[in-house]
């Protein structure tokens, strides 16, 4: 059993910044990655920023150079720095881990982001 638990969402204007947090708990042998995918109403979910076991990040390419993703991996915490947010930003942010062998995707149940211009 796997639960992610994420926080830090909330209702900001045009060019602030927010930091969303990520703590994973229960039964987890490795991880493989942790991420963000992010979902606006009436929209599919996008992959957003993704941290690899080995530390290497992968970004979508709209938010390269204005999002940043850590972890703290002794808490099995993922973050995502987000600045210069944009209206085009808003959505649901969710947190997901993918477990060591790729044999288990589990999904946290989201954190809203609202930019407003």
């Known amino acids: 059993q796997v639960q992610l638990v994420e926080s830090g969402g909330g209702l900001v204007q045009a060019g602030d910044s927010l930091r969303l947090s990520c703590a994973a708990s229960g039964f987890i042998s490795g991880i493989n990655s942790m991420g963000w995918y992010r979902q606006a109403p009436g929209k599919g979910r996008e992959l957003v920023a993704v941290i690899m076991s080995g530390g290497d990040a992968v970004y979508a390419e709209s938010v390269k150079g204005r999002f940043t993703i850590s972890r703290d991996r002794p808490k099995n915490t993922v973050f995502l720095q987000m600045n210069s947010l944009k209206p085009e930003d808003t959505a649901a942010y969710y947190c997901?881990?993918?477990?060591?062998?790729?044999?288990?995707?589990?999904w946290g149940q989201g954190t809203q982001v609202t930019v407003s211009s």
């Open positions: 997901n881990l993918v477990v060591r062998g790729g044999t288990g995707n589990y």
